[in-house]
């Protein structure tokens, strides 16, 4: 049964008050906002792992993801999105979990990817053996794939105790009327979509409505996949970045799309120790307001 119709500017008002910062790593401040269905609250900066983790065997580039999630959870780190779409990333997740001492705060968020209802129970299995995890925090239907029968899967195990939240993904824009109707349709916790200065088609209508609906946004490709820092290459950060805390690029695009009120977490990919270490940064200190947020879209816009 849909939920009963809220005005979309109040509920939108209400969650850009909803930003409170949380001791992270070193006891900094890092902001994050709540989970709607729970009040639970996780930090508006977590981590993909599309292409970056997946590095199979490779000894020297499991090492360096090792040192990347070690400066994750040390910035407090939370969300750590995977699929097993993605290669060897949820085996090479594992094994740097295991190798290091303290991961507090770890919120485990992966996908069931496969067109086939009956083979969702061990494509989680699977995973889980791979990460590790007694359970996952949070279980998305990967691209819409079969969401109708894999999200029947997915609420039996969270009934069960199993799975703690449930969702679903897009990548794609051409998906976004099925997501639409998805999130209209379902009680999802969490709904997962791209959101960068330059997609900005969910801002009309899928993140009003998750806002309206109760749901979780998990923002993908922030950085449009790296093709925002091409955008800028050459340009400095402007000086009044500063007034939000932005020191970088990176920070400024992120602090941009978390400004969002509608927005949750953003899960940006890196390969890299210092990236991350830049990219957690985006999650301390104040956040743009609307008026700054336009004004940073113009800047960019007019390079």
């Not at 090479?92 to 001492?101: E, K, M, Q, T, Y």
């Not at 009044?240 to 799309?257: H, I, P, R, S, T």
Request: aromatic share 8%; proline share 6%; charged share 20%.
């Amino acid at each position: 049964m849909p939920l009963p119709r809220v005005d979309r500017r109040t509920v939108l008002a209400g969650l850009a008050a909803s930003v409170l910062p949380v001791l992270g790593g070193a006891a900094a401040a890092r902001l994050a906002r709540p989970i709607p269905s729970s009040g639970e609250r996780l930090p508006v900066i977590g981590m993909g792992s599309w292409i970056t983790f997946d590095v199979g065997d490779d000894r020297r580039e499991r090492a360096q993801r090792v040192e990347v999630l070690r400066n994750f959870f040390a910035a407090g780190g939370g969300m750590i999105d995977s699929s097993p779409m993605y290669g060897s990333s949820e085996e090479v997740i594992g094994h740097c979990l295991s190798r290091l001492a303290e991961h507090t705060g770890l919120f485990t968020a992966t996908k069931v990817w496969t067109p086939f209802e009956s083979h969702g129970a061990g494509q989680i299995e699977a995973s889980r053996r791979l990460w590790g995890a007694a359970r996952f925090d949070l279980m998305q239907v990967h691209n819409l794939l079969n969401w109708d029968g894999h999200l029947r899967t997915l609420r039996a195990r969270r009934d069960a105790g199993q799975i703690r939240y449930i969702g679903v993904t897009t990548s794609h824009g051409r998906r976004h009327e099925t997501l639409e109707k998805v999130m209209k349709s379902e009680r999802l916790d969490f709904v997962q979509l791209t959101y960068n200065m330059v997609n900005r088609a969910t801002e009309k209508r899928l993140l009003p409505l998750a806002a309206e609906r109760g749901q979780a946004v998990i923002v993908n490709r922030p950085f449009l996949r790296g093709e925002l820092f091409d955008y800028v290459e050459g340009h400095p950060l402007p000086p009044w970045a500063a007034e939000f805390g932005a020191a970088n690029w990176a920070q400024f695009f992120l602090k941009w799309v978390i400004s969002h009120p509608a927005v949750t977490c953003a899960i940006p990919a890196t390969s890299r120790p210092d990236h991350m270490r830049e990219n957690m940064g985006a999650g301390l200190g104040p956040l743009p307001d609307a008026k700054t947020r336009a004004h940073m879209l113009a800047h960019v816009e007019g390079l």
